[in-house]
């Protein structure tokens, strides 16, 4: 089955780090752009962040832009999201979603991952 699972999510301070991983099983990730989703109670999905199929090109929300990086691991089949200076506005579930192959970051996304906690708070 094609399948993405996320990792590395839990509680943090205020102000410190934390590192995300997406990992692809059944398929390549080479082919796909893949995107970071959260979504806290109460409030809508917000997309975090995507990196292209295409060059890799990467694009973030604003709540994330200067704060969040997404790269991407081909070798390894994985794609991360390295958070840094942590809010307690960050916390929410966060998914790693991709749409079909070749599909840039304004495609469809309909394989979702079941989403890992990220919560922060002192």
């Known amino acids: 089955q094609l399948q993405l699972a996320e990792s590395g999510g839990g509680l943090v301070q205020p102000g410190g780090s934390l590192t995300l991983s997406c990992l692809a099983s059944?398929?390549?990730?080479?082919?796909?752009?893949i995107a970071w989703f959260r979504q806290a109670p109460g409030k809508e999905r917000e997309r975090v962040s995507c990196?292209?199929?295409?060059?890799?090109?990467?694009e973030y929300a604003e709540s994330a832009e200067g704060r969040f990086t997404i790269s991407r691991d081909t070798t390894n089949n994985m794609v991360f999201l390295q958070m840094n200076s942590l809010t307690v506005e960050d916390t929410a579930v966060y998914y790693c979603?991709?749409?079909?192959?070749?599909?840039?970051?304004?495609?469809?996304?309909?394989?979702w991952g079941q989403g890992t906690q990220v919560t922060v708070s002192s």
């Open positions: 979603a991709a749409p079909g192959p070749y599909s840039e970051c304004d495609g469809e996304f309909y394989l």
């Open positions: 059944g398929f390549l990730l080479d082919y796909y752009s």
């Open positions: 990196i292209s199929a295409e060059k890799d090109k990467t």
